[in-house]
């Protein structure tokens, strides 16, 4: 309860005031019961508490401040004779120690049954020891020959079974706790050791949240987001900045997470006295779960270091005790280090594991840099990886304003996913970029053997243990592409013997490539039949758009200012002042595709501007956030129109500018080809051809490249080749939370279809290396992120990063750097219009 409570039972007091909102707490209300009578219950809960240091730890921080009961109230009825608590340590040797405390000393013969049951509910071994008179513990010791060992990808669980006898045998109480094998090691300087295995951390911080419930989560709810977490290849979580439901510990053990166990302290910190009793409740209460391999005090110097000493009075496993953002018990934790800095950290003699890092805000952080980092803190000796900024957006449903999802701006709308869970962009890169398993061939041609290079990145899982499913597919063109992907081929095979943290080739035997065959998927599934990632390669460059060629001659139509080419019901228009295409029409029907092609190109203001920065001014931190377009000085210096053979072209040339020349070619069945050349030198973060077209209007789009989500040059991962189609949509980040996202960069486009209200605009896109921008990105009402120039329907050979919440582009690696572009770039685009 939140975070002050007095509990009353028929009008006294049951115990002191509990202080502390995310702590278990109990009282012994025996002799105030009226037996046999209604009895009153009474609680009181204050939002404030009366404690400063209290409301320093829990209520002065970044997240919602709620008050109330937050979690379960039970009412136990236990034996005069009874367990209180066990403590148990079973390591990856087998060794089993219980600690069983009672309730009071005993004054009879008593002892204690403890059985060990294995997951099928067969009894594996039991001991009894007894209790010395006066006592109210007692230790038992067992030993078990080769357990099944608990980690994150073998969460392998036993039940410990504990009844209390009588002198005469007679079970007087009896409770169950489930367990795991296994051992953790911290070697000084070199790693975490999970069962003398040293382990990578995939990892992100997690609260506790719904928006309808707030903080109060059931059952379901936990084993959701853990199954979220492993959905995106995760090992780990941060339960920052305060002790999870027992229920979310109970499915980190069966599911497999390893979890950072944190004692409540955002930037303040609790006093000693009250700091002691609640270190106490969360260690006693969440001691027993294997996947708990740390313990942490506190959240960015939140810490009360006279607590450190506190958690091992309680813990018999005597976990690593941390501080998250500090330099403590072995670790350097770090937070939201940029990319150069991180390294730097990396050379300190602890081991580096941010506990914070790539903090997300809308489309940026999280994925968005995360391969950079990722390839450097997994390969570094004394990295063992980190815990991504959030998991999820932090919104309450207002029910008093509609029912909308307030993130209270920017501070809640941090996550990988919406408040519902709605899977963003950067949660497929996730997933991607940490699959366990890795297939490393870039590309795939016709004459590919079937040998596949591979990198199992498991800790304990041999890649026998995973299936590789495969398919040899036909993509359709964009002149069929109302057609289906078909599959051609198709099979399945166990992964080859490549052990945990090695690499080595596997050969699937598969059909060679059929004419037809232009696409190759692979997918794997753990042993728990979840797919880790999809894999696909298009197998060739794929062929240019052939126009009929047969067809009556287009006809040409000139005055001062324009030239007109009609073909097959279609009608081109072309300025002979500006070279561009100004009018598209069908069968006498407009379609507003106009006014290009015109180079674009933009810079990304950087940090040489800070002296002439005035700091007085509240806007000039955005600066370094806006996407200055450049201009393009270029002037027209020729256009022609005439016929050759069955097809007429219009040659546009340029001259003092970027763009160089536009050459068109309209055939007699309408189609319209175009190729370009422009000419740059110098830094860039977005440059390519753009053309208009009202966004208004638009309806939908359906394409066959990477997607479904847009990518950014920082997040290129987490896309398949594949067809795709999404309805226009237009989000505003942290306030409505439809995904994928209709508009933004899309890679590898072979073909896009877009409809709109005025017919249907096929773009073939014969340009390699290049992205097909649907507008641009919208940003936050407070554009955090970026403002970034219109660029209406696009054509790119360079699109820009995205930041994180914390750190610009340029701090963030090096896929995150603007390019140095120098010479000419050529392209061809064929157009379709219906």
């Given at each position: 309860s939140m975070p002050d409570t007095d509990v009353k039972i028929n009008g006294k007091k049951a115990g002191s005031k509990h202080q502390g909102g995310f702590y278990r707490f109990s009282y012994n209300i025996t002799d105030l019961l009226r037996y046999g009578k209604k009895n009153l219950f009474e609680v009181t809960v204050k939002k404030e508490s009366e404690n400063a240091s209290v409301n320093l730890a829990e209520r002065r921080a970044d997240y919602w401040n709620f008050g109330g009961i937050i979690r379960p109230v039970f009412l136990e009825i236990k034996p005069a004779d009874h367990f209180e608590r066990i403590a148990i340590d079973a390591q990856a040797d087998g060794s089993f120690r219980a600690?069983?405390?009672?309730?009071?000393?005993?004054?009879?013969?008593?002892?204690?049954?403890?059985?060990?049951?294995?997951?099928?509910?067969?009894?594996?071994?039991?001991?009894?020891?007894?209790?010395?008179?006066?006592?109210?513990?007692?230790?038992?010791?067992?030993?078990?020959?080769?357990?099944?060992?608990?980690?994150?990808?073998?969460?392998?669980?036993?039940?410990?079974?504990?009844?209390?006898?009588?002198?005469?045998?007679?079970?007087?109480?009896?409770?169950?706790?489930?367990?795991?094998?296994?051992?953790?090691?911290?070697?000084?300087?070199?790693?975490?050791?999970?069962?003398?295995?040293?382990?990578?951390?995939?990892?992100?911080?997690?609260?506790?949240?719904?928006?309808?419930?707030?903080?109060?989560?059931?059952?379901?709810?936990?084993?959701?987001?853990?199954?979220?977490?492993?959905?995106?290849?995760?090992?780990?979580?941060?339960?920052?900045?305060?002790?999870?439901?027992?229920?979310?510990?109970?499915?980190?053990?069966?599911?497999?997470?390893?979890?950072?166990?944190?004692?409540?302290?955002?930037?303040?910190?609790?006093?000693?006295?009250?700091?002691?009793?609640?270190?106490?409740?969360?260690?006693?209460?969440?001691?027993?779960?294997?996947?708990?391999?740390?313990?942490?005090?506190?959240?960015?110097?939140?810490?009360?270091?006279?607590?450190?000493?506190?958690?091992?009075?309680?813990?018999?496993?005597?976990?690593?005790?941390?501080?998250?953002?500090?330099?403590?018990?072995?670790?350097?934790?770090?937070?939201?280090?940029?990319?150069?800095?991180?390294?730097?950290?990396?050379?300190?003699p602890e081991i580096w594991m941010p506990t914070e890092f790539l903090h997300g805000l809308y489309d940026g952080g999280h994925g968005a840099g995360l391969y950079d980092y990722w390839e450097v803190m997994r390969k570094h000796p004394r990295s063992i990886g980190g815990f991504l900024w959030v998991l999820a957006d932090e919104g309450v449903k207002r029910v008093d304003q509609g029912g909308r999802i307030d993130n209270q701006g920017n501070f809640g709308a941090d996550g990988i996913v919406g408040p519902h869970h709605e899977k963003e962009g950067s949660f497929f890169t996730i997933k991607e970029v940490w699959s366990p398993i890795?297939?490393?061939?870039?590309?795939?041609?016709?004459?590919?053997?079937?040998?596949?290079?591979?990198?199992?990145?498991?800790?304990?899982?041999?890649?026998?243990?995973?299936?590789?499913?495969?398919?040899?597919?036909?993509?359709?063109?964009?002149?069929?592409?109302?057609?289906?992907v078909s599959v051609i081929n198709q099979g399945r095979i166990k992964g080859s013997d490549i052990a945990p943290q090695s690499e080595g080739t596997m050969k699937i035997n598969m059909p060679k490539f059929a004419d037809n065959v232009n696409g190759l998927f692979v997918s794997v599934t753990d042993k728990f039949g979840h797919e880790l990632w999809r894999w696909s390669w298009r197998i060739d460059q794929p062929a240019p758009i052939e126009p009929n060629k047969q067809g009556q001659l287009p006809t040409i139509a000139e005055n001062q200012d324009e030239i007109r080419v009609n073909s097959s019901g279609k009608s081109y228009v072309f300025s002979k002042k500006t070279g561009y295409l100004t009018e598209v029409s069908t069968n006498g029907k407009k379609i507003s595709f106009a006014n290009g092609p015109k180079f674009i190109g933009a810079r990304r203001a950087d940090r040489s501007l800070d002296q002439f920065y005035n700091h007085d001014d509240p806007t000039a931190k955005s600066m370094d956030r806006t996407y200055r377009e450049f201009d393009e000085l270029g002037v027209l210096d020729s256009i022609s129109v005439y016929a050759e053979g069955n097809a007429v072209k219009v040659n546009v040339q340029y001259k003092l500018g970027n763009m160089t020349s536009s050459n068109w070619i309209i055939s007699p069945d309408g189609t319209l080809s175009l190729d370009y050349a422009y000419y740059f030198d110098g830094v860039v973060d977005l440059m390519g051809i753009k053309f208009d077209y009202p966004e208004e209007k638009m309806v939908s789009k359906k394409w066959l490249g990477d997607g479904p989500y847009r990518v950014w040059q920082n997040r290129l991962h987490g896309t398949t080749y594949d067809v795709?189609?999404?309805?226009?949509?237009?989000?505003?980040?942290?306030?409505?939370?439809?995904?994928?996202?209709?508009?933004?960069?899309?890679?590898?486009?072979?073909?896009?279809?877009?409809?709109?209200?005025?017919?249907?605009?096929?773009?073939?896109?014969?340009?390699?290396?290049?992205?097909?921008?649907?507008?641009?990105?919208?940003?936050?009402?407070?554009?955090?992120?970026?403002?970034?120039?219109?660029?209406?329907?696009?054509?790119?050979?360079?699109?820009?990063?995205?930041?994180?919440?914390?750190?610009?582009?340029?701090?963030?690696?090096?896929?995150?750097?603007?390019?140095?572009?120098?010479?000419?770039?050529?392209?061809?685009?064929?157009?379709?219009?219906?």
């Open positions: 600690l069983a405390f009672l309730g009071n000393a005993v004054s009879g013969n008593l002892s204690v049954k403890t059985e060990i049951i294995d997951s099928s509910g067969k009894k594996i071994i039991e001991n009894t020891s007894h209790i010395r008179k006066g006592s109210d513990n007692t230790t038992t010791s067992l030993n078990i020959a080769s357990p099944k060992l608990w980690t994150a990808e073998t969460p392998n669980l036993y039940t410990a079974q504990f009844s209390l006898l009588s002198e005469n045998g007679t079970i007087l109480h009896r409770t169950t706790e489930k367990f795991g094998f296994r051992t953790i090691e911290v070697r000084e300087s070199d790693g975490l050791y999970i069962n003398n295995v040293r382990v990578n951390i995939r990892g992100v911080n997690r609260h506790s949240f719904r928006p309808e419930t707030g903080r109060t989560l059931d059952r379901a709810k936990n084993y959701e987001d853990v199954r979220l977490m492993k959905e995106m290849n995760m090992n780990s979580v941060r339960l920052s900045h305060y002790p999870a439901d027992p229920e979310f510990l109970e499915a980190c053990d069966e599911l497999g997470l390893y979890v950072m166990n944190e004692l409540g302290g955002w930037h303040g910190k609790y006093d000693t006295p009250t700091g002691v009793k609640l270190v106490k409740s969360l260690v006693t209460r969440d001691v027993n779960h294997p996947s708990v391999i740390w313990w942490s005090n506190g959240n960015e110097k939140g810490w009360n270091t006279e607590l450190d000493g506190e958690f091992h009075k309680w813990d018999i496993q005597k976990r690593p005790v941390l501080h998250p953002q500090g330099n403590f018990g072995g670790f350097e934790t770090m937070h939201y280090r940029s990319y150069g800095e991180s390294q730097e950290y990396m050379r300190k890795q297939i490393m061939n870039k590309k795939i041609d016709r004459n590919f053997d079937g040998n596949f290079r591979i990198e199992n990145r498991y800790d304990f899982t041999n890649m026998q243990e995973v299936t590789f499913n495969w398919e040899q597919v036909a993509f359709p063109t964009m002149e069929n592409s109302k057609s289906k795709w189609e999404t309805e226009y949509n237009d989000p505003i980040p942290g306030e409505t939370f439809t995904y994928p996202e209709f508009k933004g960069y899309f890679a590898n486009c072979t073909w896009m279809e877009l409809k709109t209200e005025e017919g249907t605009i096929s773009i073939s896109n014969e340009t390699p290396d290049s992205y097909i921008g649907v507008y641009q990105p919208r940003d936050g009402r407070d554009a955090l992120l970026y403002t970034l120039p219109e660029s209406g329907i696009s054509l790119l050979n360079v699109i820009p990063a995205v930041r994180n919440k914390v750190n610009a582009t340029d701090l963030i690696g090096p896929s995150s750097q603007p390019k140095w572009v120098n010479g000419e770039k050529k392209g061809r685009l064929v157009f379709r219009f219906n």
